[in-house]
Nanobody
Framework: QVQLMESGGGSVQAGGSLRLSCAAS????????MGWYRQAPGKEREAVAG????????YYAESVKGRFTISEDNAKNTVTLLMDSLKPEDTAMYYC???????????????WGQGTQVTVSS
């Protein structure tokens, strides 16, 4: 069982930046695909960015490419999402998610964090 603990998030004006972090309880976390989903009110949950640490394989939704960057801190079992040039449409609850494969992660991640709110005002 992998436990995920998110931190970061908050409120920012459009054009600003925020950083989200996700700490994994699993010491073998580098063999999992880890990343972030988000869900805005009235919308479906969508995959935002993901990373397979062992290979460096990355995924970004088209809507965030060039603005968001996912990275890992192996020493802390942590994956970080740096969000730059934020837009009001980025406002959502952001969830850390993990699975032991990319296909599992992109379809239906097995493990989820509790979520952290990101609000971008215009």
């Amino acid at each position: 069982q992998v436990q995920l603990m998110e931190s970061g998030g908050g409120s920012v004006q459009a054009g600003g930046s925020l950083r989200l972090s996700c700490a994994a309880s699993e010491y073998r976390y580098s063999s999992y695909y880890m990343g972030w989903y988000r869900q805005a009110p009235g919308k479906e949950r969508e995959a935002v960015a993901g990373l397979y640490i062992d290979t460096g394989n990355e995924y970004y939704a088209e809507s965030v490419k060039g603005r968001f960057t996912i990275s890992e801190d192996n020493a802390k079992n942590t994956v970080t999402l740096l969000m730059d040039s934020l837009k009001p449409e980025d406002t959502a609850m952001y969830y850390c998610a993990a699975d032991d494969s990319f296909m599992g992660w992109i379809r239906a991640p097995e493990f989820w964090g509790q979520g952290t709110q990101v609000t971008v005002s215009s």
